[in-house]
Protein backbone atom coordinates (compact mmCIF):
# COMPACT_ATOMS: atom_id res chain seq x y z
CA UNK A 1 0.00 0.00 0.00
CA UNK A 2 1.30 3.51 -0.72
CA UNK A 3 -0.57 5.59 1.64
CA UNK A 4 1.80 8.72 1.97
CA UNK A 5 1.83 9.96 4.98
CA UNK A 6 0.89 13.50 5.64
CA UNK A 7 2.20 15.76 8.41
CA UNK A 8 -0.75 17.38 9.55
CA UNK A 9 0.23 19.40 12.73
CA UNK A 10 3.29 20.49 10.94
CA UNK A 11 3.30 20.67 7.48
CA UNK A 12 3.11 23.94 5.67
CA UNK A 13 -0.64 24.93 5.36
CA UNK A 14 -1.93 26.52 2.37
CA UNK A 15 0.09 23.76 -0.24
CA UNK A 16 -1.43 21.00 2.26
CA UNK A 17 -5.18 22.81 1.53
CA UNK A 18 -4.40 23.16 -1.93
CA UNK A 19 -3.88 19.56 -2.14
CA UNK A 20 -6.56 18.27 -0.39
CA UNK A 21 -8.99 21.10 -1.42
CA UNK A 22 -8.58 20.87 -5.55
CA UNK A 23 -9.15 17.22 -5.41
CA UNK A 24 -12.40 17.20 -3.05
CA UNK A 25 -13.97 20.03 -5.17
CA UNK A 26 -13.43 18.40 -8.33
CA UNK A 27 -14.98 15.30 -6.66
CA UNK A 28 -17.88 17.40 -5.51
CA UNK A 29 -18.02 19.20 -9.05
CA UNK A 30 -18.46 15.66 -10.75
CA UNK A 31 -20.81 14.58 -8.39
CA UNK A 32 -23.70 17.51 -9.29
CA UNK A 33 -22.37 16.70 -13.07
CA UNK A 34 -24.66 13.58 -12.91
CA UNK A 35 -28.03 15.79 -12.72
CA UNK A 36 -26.42 19.10 -14.74
CA UNK A 37 -25.38 16.74 -17.43
CA UNK A 38 -28.83 14.86 -17.56
CA UNK A 39 -30.94 18.54 -17.84
CA UNK A 40 -28.40 19.78 -20.54
CA UNK A 41 -28.89 16.43 -23.00
CA UNK A 42 -32.77 16.33 -21.73
CA UNK A 43 -33.52 20.35 -22.43
CA UNK A 44 -31.84 20.11 -25.94
CA UNK A 45 -33.26 17.01 -26.85
CA UNK A 46 -36.42 16.34 -25.21
CA UNK A 47 -37.91 20.09 -24.17
CA UNK A 48 -39.58 22.76 -21.35
CA UNK A 49 -41.69 19.66 -19.96
CA UNK A 50 -39.23 17.16 -20.22
CA UNK A 51 -36.87 19.42 -18.40
CA UNK A 52 -39.54 20.89 -15.69
CA UNK A 53 -40.27 16.71 -14.68
CA UNK A 54 -36.38 16.51 -14.44
CA UNK A 55 -36.26 19.83 -12.00
CA UNK A 56 -39.52 18.46 -9.79
CA UNK A 57 -37.20 15.21 -9.33
CA UNK A 58 -34.08 17.16 -8.31
CA UNK A 59 -35.20 16.66 -4.18
CA UNK A 60 -34.35 12.93 -5.10
CA UNK A 61 -30.91 13.88 -5.08
CA UNK A 62 -30.64 15.74 -2.02
CA UNK A 63 -32.64 13.08 0.20
CA UNK A 64 -30.18 10.70 -1.31
CA UNK A 65 -27.24 13.01 -0.36
CA UNK A 66 -28.54 13.62 3.20
CA UNK A 67 -28.50 10.32 4.36
CA UNK A 68 -25.12 9.60 2.77
CA UNK A 69 -23.36 12.86 4.09
CA UNK A 70 -24.92 11.74 7.95
CA UNK A 71 -22.93 8.74 7.72
CA UNK A 72 -19.92 9.49 5.17
CA UNK A 73 -19.10 13.00 6.89
CA UNK A 74 -19.73 11.71 10.19
CA UNK A 75 -17.98 8.85 10.28
CA UNK A 76 -14.90 11.03 8.44
CA UNK A 77 -15.01 13.19 10.67
CA UNK A 78 -14.67 10.78 13.54
CA UNK A 79 -12.20 9.21 11.42
CA UNK A 80 -9.74 12.35 11.26
CA UNK A 81 -10.62 13.10 15.37
CA UNK A 82 -9.36 9.73 16.33
CA UNK A 83 -6.25 10.10 13.43
CA UNK A 84 -5.28 12.97 15.13
CA UNK A 85 -5.32 10.59 18.70
CA UNK A 86 -3.61 7.84 17.06
CA UNK A 87 -6.39 5.60 18.18
CA UNK A 88 -6.72 3.29 15.00
CA UNK A 89 -9.16 0.86 16.54
CA UNK A 90 -11.69 3.31 16.64
CA UNK A 91 -10.37 4.60 12.83
CA UNK A 92 -11.65 1.59 11.69
CA UNK A 93 -14.74 1.43 13.63
CA UNK A 94 -15.80 4.34 12.17
CA UNK A 95 -15.58 3.32 8.68
CA UNK A 96 -17.49 -0.27 9.45
CA UNK A 97 -20.10 1.41 11.32
CA UNK A 98 -20.82 4.09 8.82
CA UNK A 99 -20.57 1.93 5.46
CA UNK A 100 -23.58 -0.56 7.82
CA UNK A 101 -25.44 2.69 8.37
CA UNK A 102 -25.35 4.17 4.86
CA UNK A 103 -26.27 0.91 3.56
CA UNK A 104 -29.77 0.45 5.94
CA UNK A 105 -30.93 4.26 5.36
CA UNK A 106 -30.14 4.15 1.65
CA UNK A 107 -31.80 0.77 0.58
CA UNK A 108 -34.46 2.06 3.25
CA UNK A 109 -34.93 5.10 1.38
CA UNK A 110 -35.34 3.53 -1.83
CA UNK A 111 -38.05 1.18 -0.47
CA UNK A 112 -40.15 4.00 0.47
CA UNK A 113 -39.50 6.02 -2.40
CA UNK A 114 -40.70 3.15 -4.90
CA UNK A 115 -44.07 2.58 -2.50
CA UNK A 116 -45.20 5.71 -2.88
CA UNK A 117 -44.02 7.63 -6.08
CA UNK A 118 -47.09 9.72 -6.61
CA UNK A 119 -46.93 11.11 -3.13
CA UNK A 120 -43.76 12.21 -3.53
CA UNK A 121 -44.08 13.95 -6.68
CA UNK A 122 -46.80 15.83 -5.34
CA UNK A 123 -45.09 17.06 -2.46
CA UNK A 124 -42.21 17.89 -5.08
CA UNK A 125 -44.36 20.84 -7.05
CA UNK A 126 -45.35 18.29 -10.32
CA UNK A 127 -47.73 19.64 -12.88
CA UNK A 128 -49.31 17.94 -14.66
CA UNK A 129 -47.43 18.70 -18.39
CA UNK A 130 -44.21 17.61 -16.60
CA UNK A 131 -45.76 14.61 -14.59
CA UNK A 132 -45.53 11.38 -17.18
CA UNK A 133 -41.64 12.75 -17.53
CA UNK A 134 -41.13 13.21 -13.36
CA UNK A 135 -42.32 9.61 -12.65
CA UNK A 136 -40.68 7.62 -15.10
CA UNK A 137 -37.34 9.65 -13.90
CA UNK A 138 -38.25 9.32 -10.53
CA UNK A 139 -39.00 5.85 -10.18
CA UNK A 140 -35.66 4.90 -12.44
CA UNK A 141 -33.07 7.14 -10.08
CA UNK A 142 -34.92 5.98 -6.86
CA UNK A 143 -33.13 2.34 -7.23
CA UNK A 144 -29.93 3.90 -7.25
CA UNK A 145 -29.88 5.43 -3.44
CA UNK A 146 -27.39 2.73 -1.84
CA UNK A 147 -25.05 3.26 -4.93
CA UNK A 148 -24.54 7.31 -4.55
CA UNK A 149 -24.69 6.50 -0.14
CA UNK A 150 -21.66 3.96 -1.23
CA UNK A 151 -19.60 6.37 -3.43
CA UNK A 152 -19.96 9.48 -1.21
CA UNK A 153 -18.75 7.20 1.40
CA UNK A 154 -16.12 5.23 -0.19
CA UNK A 155 -14.93 8.89 -2.15
CA UNK A 156 -14.42 10.51 1.91
CA UNK A 157 -13.21 7.95 3.44
CA UNK A 158 -10.01 7.99 1.09
CA UNK A 159 -10.03 11.27 0.74
CA UNK A 160 -9.50 11.46 4.99
CA UNK A 161 -6.67 8.46 4.36
CA UNK A 162 -4.11 10.97 2.87
CA UNK A 163 -5.54 9.74 -0.74
CA UNK A 164 -7.54 13.12 -2.63
CA UNK A 165 -6.44 12.56 -5.59
CA UNK A 166 -8.11 8.68 -5.99
CA UNK A 167 -10.98 10.09 -4.07
CA UNK A 168 -11.80 12.29 -6.60
CA UNK A 169 -11.35 9.46 -9.30
CA UNK A 170 -13.84 7.47 -7.06
CA UNK A 171 -17.07 9.91 -8.45
CA UNK A 172 -15.12 10.62 -11.93
CA UNK A 173 -15.31 7.27 -13.63
CA UNK A 174 -19.06 7.99 -12.27
CA UNK A 175 -19.25 10.78 -13.81
CA UNK A 176 -17.26 9.98 -17.30
CA UNK A 177 -20.01 7.04 -17.26
CA UNK A 178 -23.04 8.85 -16.85
CA UNK A 179 -21.83 11.68 -19.37
CA UNK A 180 -21.19 8.96 -22.24
CA UNK A 181 -23.93 7.10 -21.25
CA UNK A 182 -26.29 9.87 -21.70
CA UNK A 183 -25.17 10.57 -25.02
CA UNK A 184 -25.92 6.92 -25.68
CA UNK A 185 -29.22 6.55 -24.41
CA UNK A 186 -30.72 10.16 -25.24
CA UNK A 187 -29.59 10.81 -29.03
CA UNK A 188 -28.16 7.35 -29.98
CA UNK A 189 -31.33 5.09 -28.39
CA UNK A 190 -33.73 8.07 -28.02
CA UNK A 191 -34.83 6.83 -24.27
CA UNK A 192 -35.30 10.07 -23.21
CA UNK A 193 -35.76 10.72 -18.99
CA UNK A 194 -35.82 6.87 -18.90
CA UNK A 195 -32.11 6.86 -20.41
CA UNK A 196 -31.18 10.05 -18.34
CA UNK A 197 -31.76 7.83 -15.63
CA UNK A 198 -30.86 4.97 -16.63
CA UNK A 199 -27.29 6.84 -17.38
CA UNK A 200 -27.27 8.19 -13.55
CA UNK A 201 -27.66 5.15 -11.62
CA UNK A 202 -25.01 3.19 -14.04
CA UNK A 203 -22.33 6.01 -13.43
CA UNK A 204 -23.14 5.86 -9.14
CA UNK A 205 -22.64 1.68 -9.57
CA UNK A 206 -19.33 2.03 -11.62
CA UNK A 207 -18.33 4.63 -9.11
CA UNK A 208 -19.28 2.44 -5.85
CA UNK A 209 -17.88 -0.35 -7.06
CA UNK A 210 -14.72 1.99 -7.78
CA UNK A 211 -14.63 2.85 -4.52
CA UNK A 212 -15.01 -0.33 -2.93
CA UNK A 213 -11.99 -1.89 -5.17
CA UNK A 214 -9.51 0.74 -2.75
CA UNK A 215 -11.20 0.59 0.28
CA UNK A 216 -11.34 -2.99 0.42
CA UNK A 217 -7.95 -3.82 -1.37
CA UNK A 218 -5.98 -2.17 1.58
CA UNK A 219 -5.14 0.90 -0.22
CA UNK A 220 -6.23 3.26 2.22
CA UNK A 221 -5.90 3.85 6.27
CA UNK A 222 -8.74 1.71 7.02
CA UNK A 223 -7.92 -1.77 8.01
CA UNK A 224 -11.06 -4.40 6.97
CA UNK A 225 -12.20 -6.91 9.35
CA UNK A 226 -15.28 -8.43 10.24
CA UNK A 227 -15.49 -6.96 13.84
CA UNK A 228 -15.83 -3.28 12.59
CA UNK A 229 -18.83 -4.34 11.06
CA UNK A 230 -20.73 -4.68 14.39
CA UNK A 231 -22.39 -1.81 15.20
CA UNK A 232 -21.36 -0.26 18.20
CA UNK A 233 -24.54 1.93 19.59
CA UNK A 234 -22.67 4.72 21.31
CA UNK A 235 -20.17 5.22 18.10
CA UNK A 236 -23.51 5.36 15.65
CA UNK A 237 -25.05 7.92 17.78
CA UNK A 238 -21.28 9.80 17.49
CA UNK A 239 -21.58 9.30 13.54
CA UNK A 240 -25.01 10.61 13.43
CA UNK A 241 -24.94 13.63 15.30
CA UNK A 242 -21.25 14.56 13.61
CA UNK A 243 -23.05 14.26 10.34
CA UNK A 244 -26.26 16.00 11.32
CA UNK A 245 -25.49 19.15 10.31
CA UNK A 246 -24.47 17.28 6.44
CA UNK A 247 -28.31 16.19 6.63
CA UNK A 248 -29.74 18.90 7.86
CA UNK A 249 -28.68 20.72 4.97
CA UNK A 250 -29.32 18.29 1.84
CA UNK A 251 -32.88 17.65 3.32
CA UNK A 252 -33.53 21.57 3.75
CA UNK A 253 -32.05 21.96 0.00
CA UNK A 254 -34.77 19.96 -1.27
CA UNK A 255 -37.09 21.27 1.41
CA UNK A 256 -36.09 24.69 -0.77
CA UNK A 257 -36.59 23.39 -3.98
CA UNK A 258 -40.48 22.43 -3.08
CA UNK A 259 -41.25 25.53 -1.99
CA UNK A 260 -39.59 27.40 -5.60
CA UNK A 261 -40.75 24.75 -7.27
CA UNK A 262 -44.55 25.32 -5.95
CA UNK A 263 -44.31 29.46 -6.32
CA UNK A 264 -42.41 29.46 -9.58
CA UNK A 265 -45.32 26.92 -10.99
CA UNK A 266 -47.65 29.64 -9.72
CA UNK A 267 -45.96 32.21 -11.05
CA UNK A 268 -44.63 31.50 -14.22
CA UNK A 269 -45.73 27.42 -14.99
CA UNK A 270 -43.26 25.32 -16.37
CA UNK A 271 -41.28 27.61 -17.92
CA UNK A 272 -40.11 29.32 -14.77
CA UNK A 273 -39.79 25.98 -12.93
CA UNK A 274 -37.17 24.96 -16.01
CA UNK A 275 -35.26 28.29 -15.28
CA UNK A 276 -34.85 27.40 -11.87
CA UNK A 277 -33.86 23.99 -12.71
CA UNK A 278 -30.61 26.24 -14.72
CA UNK A 279 -30.45 28.07 -11.58
CA UNK A 280 -30.17 25.46 -9.27
CA UNK A 281 -27.63 23.54 -11.48
CA UNK A 282 -25.22 26.85 -11.60
CA UNK A 283 -25.84 26.98 -7.97
CA UNK A 284 -24.04 23.54 -7.55
CA UNK A 285 -20.85 24.46 -9.55
CA UNK A 286 -21.12 27.55 -6.47
CA UNK A 287 -21.55 25.12 -3.62
CA UNK A 288 -19.65 22.68 -4.35
CA UNK A 289 -16.01 24.24 -5.06
CA UNK A 290 -16.66 25.80 -1.67
CA UNK A 291 -17.88 22.57 -0.40
CA UNK A 292 -15.19 20.70 -1.83
CA UNK A 293 -12.84 22.86 -0.36
CA UNK A 294 -14.20 22.97 3.54
CA UNK A 295 -14.20 19.32 3.29
CA UNK A 296 -10.76 18.96 1.92
CA UNK A 297 -9.46 20.71 4.88
CA UNK A 298 -11.67 18.47 7.39
CA UNK A 299 -8.74 16.05 8.00
CA UNK A 300 -6.31 19.30 8.45
CA UNK A 301 -8.95 21.02 11.52
CA UNK A 302 -10.13 17.50 12.39
CA UNK A 303 -6.18 16.14 12.99
CA UNK A 304 -5.00 19.74 14.54
CA UNK A 305 -8.11 19.84 16.84
CA UNK A 306 -7.95 16.64 18.10
CA UNK A 307 -4.18 17.22 19.08
CA UNK A 308 -4.88 20.13 20.57
CA UNK A 309 -3.70 23.06 18.40
CA UNK A 310 -6.15 25.62 17.82
CA UNK A 311 -4.20 28.30 16.56
CA UNK A 312 -3.57 25.82 13.40
CA UNK A 313 -6.87 25.12 13.06
CA UNK A 314 -8.02 28.89 12.92
CA UNK A 315 -5.41 29.58 10.41
CA UNK A 316 -6.33 26.95 8.65
CA UNK A 317 -9.99 28.08 8.22
CA UNK A 318 -9.06 31.37 6.72
CA UNK A 319 -6.60 30.69 4.39
CA UNK A 320 -9.25 28.15 2.98
CA UNK A 321 -11.99 30.97 2.98
CA UNK A 322 -9.62 33.01 1.00
CA UNK A 323 -9.04 30.48 -1.20
CA UNK A 324 -13.18 29.59 -1.38
CA UNK A 325 -14.03 33.28 -2.02
CA UNK A 326 -11.65 33.69 -4.93
CA UNK A 327 -12.91 30.43 -6.77
CA UNK A 328 -16.89 31.73 -5.99
CA UNK A 329 -15.84 35.46 -7.29
CA UNK A 330 -14.87 33.47 -10.84
CA UNK A 331 -18.33 31.80 -11.33
CA UNK A 332 -19.97 34.99 -9.88
CA UNK A 333 -18.32 37.48 -12.80
CA UNK A 334 -19.08 34.15 -15.35
CA UNK A 335 -22.93 34.14 -14.41
CA UNK A 336 -23.36 37.62 -14.21
CA UNK A 337 -21.68 38.13 -17.76
CA UNK A 338 -22.77 35.18 -19.55
CA UNK A 339 -26.37 34.61 -18.15
CA UNK A 340 -27.91 33.69 -22.30
CA UNK A 341 -25.02 31.39 -22.96
CA UNK A 342 -25.88 29.39 -20.09
CA UNK A 343 -29.48 29.33 -20.51
CA UNK A 344 -28.71 28.34 -24.38
CA UNK A 345 -26.25 25.10 -22.83
CA UNK A 346 -29.93 24.12 -21.44
CA UNK A 347 -32.04 24.52 -24.50
CA UNK A 348 -33.57 27.76 -23.55
CA UNK A 349 -36.22 29.18 -25.45
CA UNK A 350 -37.18 32.52 -26.17
CA UNK A 351 -39.25 32.15 -22.84
CA UNK A 352 -36.91 31.22 -20.66
CA UNK A 353 -34.76 33.98 -21.80
CA UNK A 354 -37.49 36.50 -20.73
CA UNK A 355 -37.30 35.25 -17.00
CA UNK A 356 -33.80 33.69 -17.25
CA UNK A 357 -31.59 36.21 -17.83
CA UNK A 358 -32.76 38.70 -15.18
CA UNK A 359 -33.48 35.72 -12.80
CA UNK A 360 -29.67 34.32 -12.95
CA UNK A 361 -28.60 37.92 -12.25
CA UNK A 362 -30.58 38.36 -9.47
CA UNK A 363 -30.04 35.32 -7.36
CA UNK A 364 -26.38 35.01 -7.84
CA UNK A 365 -25.58 38.81 -7.02
CA UNK A 366 -23.79 38.59 -3.87
CA UNK A 367 -22.73 35.12 -4.46
CA UNK A 368 -19.11 35.71 -3.66
CA UNK A 369 -20.36 35.27 0.49
CA UNK A 370 -21.13 31.46 -0.02
CA UNK A 371 -17.45 31.21 -0.26
CA UNK A 372 -17.37 31.86 3.19
CA UNK A 373 -20.64 30.92 4.39
CA UNK A 374 -19.78 26.92 3.31
CA UNK A 375 -16.57 27.22 5.10
CA UNK A 376 -17.99 28.29 8.17
CA UNK A 377 -20.80 25.86 7.91
CA UNK A 378 -18.34 22.97 7.42
CA UNK A 379 -15.98 24.07 9.93
CA UNK A 380 -18.02 23.22 12.96
CA UNK A 381 -18.62 20.22 11.62
CA UNK A 382 -15.14 19.57 11.45
CA UNK A 383 -14.28 20.16 14.41
CA UNK A 384 -17.23 18.18 15.87
CA UNK A 385 -19.26 21.38 16.90
CA UNK A 386 -22.37 20.28 14.77
CA UNK A 387 -24.83 22.70 16.55
CA UNK A 388 -23.64 26.66 15.04
CA UNK A 389 -23.74 24.75 11.57
CA UNK A 390 -27.47 23.60 12.02
CA UNK A 391 -27.98 26.96 13.04
CA UNK A 392 -26.44 28.67 9.96
CA UNK A 393 -28.04 26.23 7.61
CA UNK A 394 -31.61 26.47 8.98
CA UNK A 395 -31.67 30.20 9.45
CA UNK A 396 -30.40 30.67 5.76
CA UNK A 397 -32.25 28.17 3.89
CA UNK A 398 -35.78 28.35 6.23
CA UNK A 399 -36.56 30.89 8.41
CA UNK A 400 -34.50 33.65 6.25
CA UNK A 401 -35.31 32.52 2.71
CA UNK A 402 -39.12 30.98 2.95
CA UNK A 403 -41.05 34.13 3.85
CA UNK A 404 -38.94 36.26 1.45
CA UNK A 405 -39.66 33.72 -1.04
CA UNK A 406 -43.35 33.58 -0.48
CA UNK A 407 -43.73 37.54 0.21
CA UNK A 408 -42.12 39.29 -2.35
CA UNK A 409 -43.15 38.16 -5.15
CA UNK A 410 -46.79 39.73 -3.92
CA UNK A 411 -44.57 43.09 -5.30
CA UNK A 412 -42.27 41.68 -7.94
CA UNK A 413 -43.62 39.27 -9.61
CA UNK A 414 -41.93 36.23 -10.78
CA UNK A 415 -38.36 38.07 -10.07
CA UNK A 416 -39.48 38.59 -6.05
CA UNK A 417 -38.48 34.79 -5.85
CA UNK A 418 -35.31 35.33 -7.21
CA UNK A 419 -34.24 38.10 -5.12
CA UNK A 420 -34.59 36.01 -1.48
CA UNK A 421 -31.58 34.10 -2.26
CA UNK A 422 -29.12 36.90 -2.09
CA UNK A 423 -31.19 38.31 0.47
CA UNK A 424 -30.83 35.24 3.05
CA UNK A 425 -27.17 35.10 1.88
CA UNK A 426 -26.61 38.34 3.21
CA UNK A 427 -27.79 37.83 6.78
CA UNK A 428 -26.69 34.42 6.82
CA UNK A 429 -22.82 36.24 6.30
CA UNK A 430 -23.24 38.26 9.23
CA UNK A 431 -24.97 35.46 11.47
CA UNK A 432 -22.06 32.96 10.49
CA UNK A 433 -19.14 36.31 11.31
CA UNK A 434 -20.65 36.42 14.64
CA UNK A 435 -20.39 32.46 15.13
CA UNK A 436 -17.03 31.92 14.05
CA UNK A 437 -15.72 34.94 16.45
CA UNK A 438 -17.42 33.50 19.49
CA UNK A 439 -15.54 30.06 18.21
CA UNK A 440 -12.22 31.79 17.83
CA UNK A 441 -12.91 33.06 21.31
CA UNK A 442 -13.73 29.83 22.98
CA UNK A 443 -10.44 28.01 21.16
CA UNK A 444 -8.56 30.63 22.44
CA UNK A 445 -9.51 30.31 26.06
CA UNK A 446 -9.12 26.53 25.47
CA UNK A 447 -5.75 27.24 24.70
CA UNK A 448 -4.53 29.54 27.38
Do not use: H
Not at 62 to 89: I, P, Q, R, V, Y
Not at 171 to 179: H, K, L, S
Not at 397 to 406: A, D, E, G
Amino acid sequence: MNTKNVDYLNGKLFPMILRFSIPAAISLLITAVYNIVDRMFVGNYNGTSALAGLSVCFPLSFMMMAFALTCSAGGSTLFSLFSGKKDSEKMNLAFGNSMVMACISEIALSVVLLMFPDAFLKVFGVTETSYPYAVLYYRIVALGCVFQGLTQLFCDFVRVSGRPLLGMCVTGIGAVTNIGLDALFIIVFEWGVAGAAWATVTGQIISALFGAYFVFGNKTLVRISKKIFRLKKELCLQIIICGFAFFISQMVMGFISLVYNSRLGMYGGDVAISVYAVISSIMTFVIMPASGISQGIQPILGNNYGSGNYKRVLSAFWQSTLLSVSVTCFIWLIVLLFPGQILAAFGGTEEMFRIGVPGLRINFCITPALGFIMLATTFFQSINRPVPSIIITVLRQVLFLVPFIYILPLVLNVNGIFFAQPISDLLATILSLCLIRKEKKRMNQGAA
